[in-house]
């Protein structure tokens, strides 16, 4: 399975170095078969949740395969 993670970070964070550790706010998407399902669903859940960038932040969509987190 792959779980859906969705983080809010703050622009001075590099894309590639947005994790769980240094976000300003994560939250758990469902569980979903393979990574396209991830991506489809993370951007469902974004759509749906209250969490959200303020300002100077953007949300990232993190795909972890076997419940890595």
Excluded at 7 to 17: A, G, N, R
Excluded at 27 to 54: E, Y
Excluded at 60 to 67: E, P, Q
């Amino acid at each position: 399975m792959t779980k859906i993670l969705i983080l809010v970070c703050s622009l001075s964070t590099p894309v590639e170095e947005c994790s769980p550790m240094n976000a300003i706010s994560a939250s758990r998407g469902p569980d979903v078969g393979n990574a396209m399902m991830c991506g489809l669903w993370g951007q469902s859940q974004l759509a749906q949740s209250a969490i959200g960038p303020q300002g100077e932040e953007y949300e990232k969509i993190v795909c972890s395969v076997g419940g890595a987190g």
